[in-house]
């Protein structure tokens, strides 16, 4: 008797398929990770060192901390706009404007009494603080010419691929995979249908599957024994899975809500540096961080309308982020044409993240100032974060296995001296923990 083995070949063409792709899947997904903005960037900097010898990137940080309350590069602020202004005057001159503009200006330098008078007398703070070197690298970004070619090429780019890389969607490659795999099925499918009929038209018999005495799930009923450790291990499942549910009640760690305004912590507290308790100030004096007002942030919002180009990334392009601080202008009612106010404000209802219950106390002051742990201990990696999020469980264990872990600082806090000697002594110990301090006491953390 002829066997016919067609089956075979058809598993294992759908398993070789299946393979292919999978092995397909990585390469595209890959392709998400080539970063687009390098190349123009690279020639900005370039263009700016051409002018200035200074590091671009450095400057605009320093630029972006000190300089742009009152400045932009392009068009008028509280001051004249910097892009170029390398053209018009000479280095040393702009070394001595920039450590001390007063100065200059009493020193009756023509230059500098003319500006001076041209932007209605506003003294411009001095920078002693900045080396000629800092000065130097503000100085190169400000030279950078306008980044207008590198926008239009990355425009472009995405209207042709969305990528940005030139190469082609991977939602597209992934459509095209799932089209052949699809055609793949049916022609198999065919490919059996017409076989069999060639093989009962050639009186080929076909294998037929013989029935079993007995089905499969009555000998499994029959076995005790298997019956016995399938239900130890289903129940034993089914526990892990309930205690691990009610264990994540209540329990936030991870939580990501979208805030009204796009609030990049990336940018701020990361690539621009600005200091945690800029904003949330009260986290050193208070029990509260606080969230800050949209007063602190038209500080420096006044004058920065929009971001760098530099500063798109594949993710989120200049348009979305321009079109968040425009939020930030419709809530607090400015009208950046004409630099004012116009009186009509909408509250920001930002949605809080980190929430203790009712029930808990927790002092941020008593942890930051004077057990002086960093933000980042407790909330994580803040300034690589583009969404802020949940860092730590926030559970009664978590506090409790710091306290048991942490030394408290006693060094310089007059408060302590007394109480750490005696409790050292009672202790033995060099150090004392939070916990040995009372830090376990239920009272200190529950009203
Ligand atoms: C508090 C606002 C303020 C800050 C902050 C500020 N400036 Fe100025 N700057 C001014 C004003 C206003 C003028 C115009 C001259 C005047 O009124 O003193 C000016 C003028 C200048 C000029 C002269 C421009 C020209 O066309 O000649 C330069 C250069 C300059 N600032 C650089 C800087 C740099 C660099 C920083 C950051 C380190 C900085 N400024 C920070 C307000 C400020
Ligand atoms: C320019 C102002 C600014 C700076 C600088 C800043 N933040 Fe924030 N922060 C905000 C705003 C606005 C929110 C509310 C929006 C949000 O959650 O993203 C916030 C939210 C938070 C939250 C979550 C609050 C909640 O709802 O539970 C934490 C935690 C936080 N910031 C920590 C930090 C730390 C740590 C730093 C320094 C590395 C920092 N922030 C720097 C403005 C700032
Ligand atoms: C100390 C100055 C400073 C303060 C205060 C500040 N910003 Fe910014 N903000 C910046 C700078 C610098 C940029 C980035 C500009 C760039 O990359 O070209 C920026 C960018 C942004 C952007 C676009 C990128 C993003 O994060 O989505 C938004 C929106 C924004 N800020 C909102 C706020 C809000 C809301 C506050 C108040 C809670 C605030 N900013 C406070 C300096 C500041
Ligand atoms: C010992 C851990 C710890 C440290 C250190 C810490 N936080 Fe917190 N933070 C918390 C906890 C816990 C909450 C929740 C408080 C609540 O719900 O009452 C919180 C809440 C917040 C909030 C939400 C608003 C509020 O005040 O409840 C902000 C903003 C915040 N922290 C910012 C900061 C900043 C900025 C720093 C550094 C200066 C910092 N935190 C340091 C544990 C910490
Ligand atoms: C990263 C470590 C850390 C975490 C997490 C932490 N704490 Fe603390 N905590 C400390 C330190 C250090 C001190 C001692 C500060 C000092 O010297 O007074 C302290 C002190 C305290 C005190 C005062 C204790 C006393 O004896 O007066 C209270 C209350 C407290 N923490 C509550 C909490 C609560 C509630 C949480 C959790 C939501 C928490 N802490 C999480 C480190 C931590
Ligand atoms: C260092 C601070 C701290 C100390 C000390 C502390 N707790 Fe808690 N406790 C917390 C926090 C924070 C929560 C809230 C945890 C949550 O929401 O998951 C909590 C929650 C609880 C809960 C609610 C059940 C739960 O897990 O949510 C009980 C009950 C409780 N604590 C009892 C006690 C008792 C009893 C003591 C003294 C032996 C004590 N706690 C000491 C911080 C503390």
Redesign the pocket.
């Known amino acids: 008797m002829k066997k016919v083995k067609f089956r075979h070949s058809a598993t294992q063409v759908l398993v070789l398929s299946i393979s292919i792709f999978l092995s397909f899947t990585p390469l595209v997904l890959g392709q998400d990770t080539i970063p687009a903005g390098d190349e123009p960037q690279e020639e900005v900097a370039a263009a700016a060192g051409a002018e200035v010898s200074g590091d671009a990137a450095a400057g605009k940080n320093l630029f972006n901390s000190l300089c742009a309350a009152c400045h932009k590069l392009d068009g008028n602020s509280i001051g004249p706009p910097l892009r170029g202004v390398t053209a018009k005057r000479d280095v040393e001159w702009l070394q001595k404007w920039i450590k001390n503009s007063q100065a200059l200006i009493n020193s009756g330098d023509a230059q500098a009494v003319a500006i001076y008078n041209e932007y209605n007398q506003v003294a411009m703070p001095p920078f002693p603080q900045l080396s000629d070197i800092d000065i130097e690298n503000i100085l190169a970004y400000t030279s950078a010419p306008k980044a207008e070619p590198a926008a239009a090429q990355a425009g472009g780019d995405a209207a042709a691929g969305g990528q940005g890389t030139g190469g082609v969607s991977s939602d597209i490659i992934l459509g095209i995979l799932a089209f052949v795999l699809l055609m793949l099925l049916i022609i198999l499918f065919l490919v059996n249908k017409t076989l069999r009929r060639f093989a009962t038209a050639s009186g080929v018999e076909l294998p037929v599957r013989e029935k079993r005495a007995k089905p499969i799930w009555k000998s499994f009923l029959e076995n005790q024994f298997l019956v016995l450790v399938s239900a130890i291990i289903l129940l034993l499942v089914a526990g892990y899975g309930m205690y691990g549910y009610f264990m994540q009640v209540g329990i936030d760690q991870g939580y990501k809500p979208v805030q009204p305004i796009h609030f990049s912590h990336k940018i701020h507290a990361g690539d621009n540096q600005i200091d945690c308790k800029f904003c949330h100030s009260s986290a050193r004096v208070s029990k509260t961080s606080g969230i800050p007002s949209l007063n602190v942030c038209m500080n420096c919002h006044k004058s920065i309308g929009e971001v760098a180009e530099a500063t798109a990334t594949d993710e989120y392009s200049k348009e979305f982020y321009d079109k968040e601080i425009q939020k930030l202008y419709t809530a607090v009612g400015w009208n950046p044409e004409e630099q004012a106010y116009s009186g009509e404000t909408e509250p920001v209802k930002w949605v809080r993240i980190h929430n ?1 219950p009712d029930f ?4 941020h002051s ?2 930051v100032e ?4 960093a933000c980042q ?2 909330h994580g990696p803040v300034e690589e974060m583009e969404i802020m999020y949940q860092n ?1 469980p ?3 264990g ?6 048991r ?6 060094e310089g ?1 007059e408060y ?1 001296e007394k109480i750490h000697e005696e409790l050292s002594q009672k202790y033995g110990v060099e150090e004392l923990t ?1 916990a040995q ?3 376990l ?1 239920c009272a ?2 529950h009203y």
């Open positions: 203790l808990a106390y927790f002092n008593q942890h004077v057990g002086g742990i201990t407790c730590a926030l559970t009664m978590w506090c409790v296995n710091c306290h872990e942490t030394n408290i600082m006693a806090n302590y939070v301090m009372g830090g006491e200190k953390c």
